[in-house]
DNA sequence: ATGAAAGCGCTAACAG
DNA sequence: CTGTTAGCGCTTTCAT
């Protein structure tokens, strides 16, 4: 593999100068740059980023965060801040860190200590400590579903996009309201669940209803969480006439236990998610749309700036939240 | 950030001392070992990988080229080999390459060029050209989803899996079969998919049943895809019995269809998918288990040992596949 | 506009 | 067992 020295001799010039050559550098007449490329071309020459990156102490990579590649959320915020990255030139290393094992080790180590230029973090919800080991890395940072301090942070209205959801189904005329939440807030959980929790009871005292406790169920954000949590709150004396669900992979488990039930959606029970997956059109699923992959990119997008910059400043974005009605509230499609 | 040199001085010792004992290398007395590292720990110095790298001619690093991040198979896929590696103490750098431009600019520029040790490919479909730019990088390769010269490769026995299914299908009574395929062979499509096209073919044929093209559609491997197809089949003059979806996502867009058409499953149609998506246990679809993680992990290893064993002999492993029957094809549960 | 030379932080002989 | 030293391949002054 061809190294700099190479191309230097093989066009006649010095190291120097192919480095600024090659680099777009000012201080190199065109002539001998259009020859230092043809040569560097010829000898199939790739600059070695760790010699450049010792030289200069820039890597262009930029280290991700995610709990999970395996779930359609996080993979089409990974997908969004990818794309951005690489269309900037800057290279990505993925650190997936769900397990408790995995995450101790990542801290502890910090792998991309010294090797990335910056650090983004998709939807994982950092301790203190946690978070405090990143800023020491002394790199631009960003963050994807709430606010944080020092973090460029991107999030969506989450109380806001709840209240959407839980609104319409009390526009409808539903008062006996189910919920399915992710689970008991642990170290995996953002604040954005929790706040459509909030908004869920927020809605409800707007309408002076009591939330029946029973009827709220942990879904784990799984498919078959959401099953399980709705076959427990059809296991209670009394049945809820609408069950709005966090997030819509736990909305389908949801639907295929009313399904098994025999219950018909919207008429005996009606259902509305959150997300926006994929498979929330074809399912006929109502649920509150977030853009996904723009969350990934921008976080992205704000980190580049941050680096072309090199300041210090970080920012933050709220992107929207959109209630797209289907026929598991309403019944007016064919489903 | 401490660099060796710090570290060195501060605990007495050569550079040379520091760099064996945290290495663990031989040939440094315990005593020393000890200072050296709790000096390291005190002042919180982490190696810099560009020197080290530049010093060794080893990253470790591995690229991992993926089609997309976004779709379920493909990141199981990915996150089966993510914790291989991150496992044995490897980064990994992520490409991902769906999209022809993107595709055409990784190739054109190979990033990953003297940054990894090697190069995991998971389930793309190379042209001869593609292949054989990875060859000359010179490091391990990996390949998931078919067999590659010069790879170590991975896959299933898609045929086998596609009989598996199909003959399910005869066994029950179907003869008027369906069957939705991915789409045209083009660069992202594998011998994969094929093989399964030419298992429902051969199994056809060895019952002695004619394939009627009509019945044929293009699903695109996506769940709306899925649908579309159905719709397309359901539009014919006859109506088959039985579907064969070569991917669970698109079983799933034809359930949905057939759902809308008030059409009972497996009553009237029954369907059996391929993959053993996350869904499809709660969606009662009988489908073609795959072992998608371990596909992943699986070629990873392979990586590592060649990695670490410095050889350059590439071996192959065929995974098994396994039928789940579910409610999709015989109806005997609830759903 | 170009070149010479001094590092960047680490590892790997080679000595001792 | 430990230290000295010469690079690894690039970038960046500082000269010319």
Not at 29 to 38: A, G
Not at 154 to 164: E, F, N, R, T
Not at 200 to 218: K, N, Q
Not at 295 to 304: H, P, R, S, Y
Request: proline fraction near 4%.
């Amino acid at each position: 593999m061809a190294t700099i020295e190479e191309v230097a001799r093989a066009a006649g010039v010095s190291t120097a100068t192919v480095s600024r050559a090659l680099r777009q550098q000012p201080g190199v007449s065109e002539r001998t740059r259009q020859r230092v490329r043809t040569v560097a071309e010829e000898m199939n020459y790739s600059i070695s980023r760790s010699a450049s990156g010792l030289a200069t102490g820039r890597t262009r990579r930029v280290g991700v965060l995610v709990p999970f590649v395996s779930r359609w959320f996080f993979g089409q915020v990974l997908a969004g801040a990818e794309e951005v990255l690489r269309s900037a030139g800057y290279d990505l290393m993925l650190y997936v860190v769900g397990d408790e094992e995995g995450r101790e080790r990542f801290f502890r180590e910090l792998p991309l200590r010294r090797s990335v230029d910056a650090v983004l973090v998709l939807t994982l919800s950092l301790s203190t400590e946690e978070s405090d080991r990143l800023r020491e890395l002394d790199v631009p940072l960003g963050f994807v579903g709430g606010r944080m301090d020092g973090f460029n942070s991107v999030w969506i209205d989450d109380h806001g996009g709840g209240m959407l959801a839980v609104r319409h189904l009390l526009n409808q005329g539903h008062t006996d309201i189910a919920m399915i939440h992710g689970g008991a807030p642990d170290a995996l959980n953002l604040p954005a669940p929790h706040e459509r929790c909030t908004a869920f009871r927020d809605a409800m005292a707007e309408h002076e209803i009591p939330v029946r406790e029973s009827w709220l169920g942990t879904g784990d954000f799984s498919v078959s969480g959401g099953r399980r949590a709705m076959n427990r709150i059809l296991a209670d004396e009394l049945r809820p006439t609408a069950v709005f669900a966090m997030s819509d992979e736990m909305a389908f488990g949801a639907m295929h236990a009313l399904r098994n039930h025999k219950i018909h959606v919207p008429g005996e029970i009606a259902i509305v998610g959150f997300d926006g997956h994929e498979m929330s059109e074809c399912s006929g699923l109502s649920t509150v749309v977030q853009p996904v992959r723009q969350e990934g990119g921008t976080a992205a997008k704000l980190l580049l700036e941050q680096l072309e910059q090199g300041s210090t400043e970080t920012r933050d974005v709220v992107l929207p939240t959109e209630l797209v009605v289907r026929s598991s509230t309403t019944g007016d499609d064919s489903m």
